[in-house]
């Protein structure tokens, strides 16, 4: 029998990005309260449908940039000025996952440094960086006296899973300095891994740990006070990706 396309029934791919960022010490996920249907008036991730002349990739750079206006960084050039770090997280194809046709989601991670109060923008309503335990709380999201309900579509589910990326991959990678700026110090890397997991760290044995594997950390020759106190030296990323030992998340 001849291939007949429209034997098939209408199918579409979406990327849907877990963007997060470190805020007022504690991790921060940028949601969007929908505009039109369907989940209208609810808080979702952003995101949106990929074009016909897209990669994957490219997509989500396209949603990135006109939700946030950060690029991607690109790693096989030098560091690039508000960049972020984009991978992508995982596939999405429950059959029901999206009530006007069927939607496989693609989505992506993307990490950066502290954040300014985002705009709103497409078919988005309202904006807003929130912490990541307010969005995954039991019974949904809601504040300043709006009703309280569960994140649009699965995005529940995809944020959850993006922020577990983020926690495990902090252990043995260089992707904390993700959320740092290109020149930082040991304590703002430590405040990064704070947020991220929720606990807090000895001061001490962080540092010993960071600086224990060559080419984690590169010294840049400068200090600052911007934390108070004395000055204290400045980092940037190295290139060693790997951190060994790990550093091992603590129980909570």
Same mark, same amino acid.
């Given at each position: 029998?001849?291939?007949?396309?429209?034997?098939?029934?209408?199918?579409?791919?979406?990327?849907?990005?877990?963007?997060?960022? +470190?805020? =007022?010490?504690?991790?921060?996920?940028?949601?969007?309260?929908?505009?039109?249907?369907?989940?209208?008036?609810?808080?979702?991730?952003?995101?949106?449908?990929?074009?016909?002349?897209?990669?994957?990739?490219?997509?989500?750079?396209?949603?990135?940039?006109?939700?946030?206006?950060?690029?991607?960084?690109?790693?096989?050039?030098?560091?690039?000025?508000?960049?972020?770090?984009?991978?992508?997280?995982?596939?999405?194809?429950?059959?029901?996952?999206?009530?006007?046709?069927?939607?496989?989601?693609?989505?992506?991670?993307?990490?950066?440094?502290?954040?300014?109060?985002?705009?709103?923008?497409?078919?988005?309503?309202?904006?807003?960086?929130?912490?990541?335990?307010?969005?995954? %709380?039991?019974?949904?999201?809601?504040?300043?006296?709006?009703?309280?309900?569960?994140?649009?579509?699965?995005?529940? %589910?995809?944020?959850?899973?993006? +922020?577990? =990326?983020?926690?495990?991959?902090?252990?043995?990678?260089?992707?904390?300095?993700?959320?740092?700026?290109?020149?930082?110090? +040991?304590?703002?890397?430590?405040?990064?891994?704070?947020?991220?997991?929720?606990?807090?760290?000895?001061?001490?044995?962080?540092?010993?740990?960071? $600086?224990?594997?060559?080419?984690?950390?590169?010294?840049?020759?400068?200090? $600052?006070?911007?934390?108070?106190? =004395?000055?204290?030296?400045?980092?940037?990323?190295?290139?060693?990706?790997?951190?060994?030992?790990?550093?091992? =998340?603590?129980?909570?």
């Amino acid at each position: 029998m001849p291939y007949d396309p429209s034997a098939f029934p209408p199918f579409a791919v979406t990327v849907d990005l877990v963007v997060l960022t +470190v805020r =007022r010490h504690s991790l921060c996920a940028l949601a969007v309260r929908r505009g039109e249907p369907p989940f209208q008036g609810r808080w979702a991730l952003p995101g949106g449908f990929v074009r016909a002349d897209e990669d994957l990739a490219q997509a989500a750079a396209r949603e990135l940039a006109e939700e946030t206006g950060l690029r991607a960084h690109d790693p096989s050039v030098p560091a690039q000025d508000n960049g972020a770090h984009l991978e992508q997280l995982a596939t999405y194809g429950d059959p029901k996952r999206d009530p006007r046709m069927r939607v496989v989601s693609v989505a992506h991670l993307a990490l950066a440094p502290d954040l300014p109060a985002p705009r709103a923008g497409g078919d988005a309503s309202n904006v807003r960086w929130a912490p990541v335990e307010e969005l995954l %709380q039991q019974g949904g999201y809601g504040r300043d006296g709006e009703p309280v309900a569960p994140l649009a579509f699965d995005h529940a %589910q995809i944020l959850a899973d993006g +922020v577990e =990326r983020a926690r495990s991959k902090i252990e043995y990678s260089s992707l904390a300095t993700a959320f740092c700026p290109p020149e930082f110090t +040991v304590g703002e890397l430590r405040r990064v891994y704070e947020a991220v997991w929720g606990v807090a760290l000895d001061p001490r044995n962080f540092h010993r740990k960071v $600086t224990g594997t060559p080419g984690f950390l590169v010294p840049t020759g400068g200090t $600052t006070t911007r934390q108070g106190g =004395r000055p204290a030296q400045l980092f940037r990323a190295g290139g060693a990706t790997l951190l060994n030992p790990p550093m091992l =998340r603590p129980e909570v």
